[in-house]
């Protein structure tokens, strides 16, 4: 299984980027895709999940109404769009992949199954 995370920068605050992690390796439709976030020195925080039928689920501190996520059943991607950057949204962001047919808690990393290797964002004031 691979999870290909691309769409890092540098951008600056009120700026907006586009993550994007293509998934290989794995039953697409059978897994709850989901962004974390690891700023240097802290715990990997969750952001958002997304489920097969395009349900979604938040960390309404980390997000606030200026992230989405999405996903491409056809094309085996999740998306996260961050709109309004703010400098304390520098950090790795990383996506993660959890086989559904189990009891799942979004936010706890401890869930998922897989990860893929990370993406810097780092927003400049």
């Known amino acids: 299984v691979q999870l290909q995370a691309s769409g890092g920068g540098l951008v600056q605050a009120g700026g907006s980027l586009r993550l994007s992690c293509a998934a290989s390796?794995?039953?697409?439709?059978?897994?709850?895709m989901a962004w974390f976030r690891q700023a240097p020195g802290k715990e990997r925080v969750f952001v958002a999940a997304?489920?097969?039928?395009?349900?979604?689920?938040y960390n309404p501190d980390s997000v606030k109404g200026r992230f989405t996520i999405s996903r491409d059943n056809a094309k085996n991607t999740v998306n996260l769009q961050m709109n309004s950057l703010k400098p304390e949204d520098t950090a790795v962001y990383y996506c993660?992949?959890?086989?559904?047919?189990?009891?799942?808690?979004?936010?706890?990393?401890?869930?998922?199954?897989?990860w893929g290797q990370g993406t810097q964002v780092t927003v400049s004031s």
């Open positions: 993660a992949a959890a086989e559904r047919f189990k009891r799942l808690e979004y936010s706890d990393h401890a869930t998922y199954d897989y």
């Open positions: 390796g794995l039953t697409f439709s059978n897994y709850v």
């Open positions: 997304i489920r097969w039928s395009g349900s979604v689920t």
